[in-house]
């Protein structure tokens, strides 16, 4: 994710994985032309323009559903799910959650547990404060491109893998290509599939 945008609670979302490979990525994550496209949370939007933050790189089909076509600066609305990227909730509890397919985000699962950890509390702190939102948001994310579910789940405060049946119940409706390649990716990068990385210790 470019890292020059400000959320609404003014938190960057940047983190040394990432940082370490957008040499690969060519923030891919900020390019829109597989379909894929951000959630903005219930009350989000609203926020954003009572804070004055710029929203002209972004184009809404509605409040909660956008595109961006230009890098945020400061000064710009960088929206919370940019922030939480690669990751996204994906229960009423926020303890297991959507992942960007490792064809486009490179960063191995393994490098994501405080990321987990990030994306849970926030979630938690955004439903506390805007009752009912993470409902809805796990039904808009139905319609994410470029998803898949995440190995790894929130339990009793331990990162544990998740089971065959749990990540079923998290599959989306669409999936990016098997034959997909990103674009954006600046290297001819061996060893991504869709659900890991050569990285990955699993
Ligand atoms: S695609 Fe992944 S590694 Fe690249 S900038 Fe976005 S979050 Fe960081
Ligand atoms: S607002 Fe646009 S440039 Fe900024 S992090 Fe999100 S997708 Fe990237």
Redesign the pocket.
Known sequence: ?????ETILNNT?TFPACAKRQSICG?A????GSGNW?MLLPGEYEQAQQQNLKRD??TFDNPSH???????HKG????I???W?PLFPANIEATQFLVADHRKCPIPNTELFDKMREVHAAALLWEQNNPGSLEQIITLSKDFVGYMPFPYKIENNDILLMNDEELKELMINNSLPANYVCQEWLIDAQGYSATGTPDDKE
Do not use: R
Not at 76 to 79: Q, V
């Open positions: 994710m470019a890292n020059t945008g979302g923030y994550c900020c390019k829109f951000i790189h972004l956008a595109i961006c076509h230009s890098p945020c710009d609305l960088k929206p799910d940019c922030s990227y």
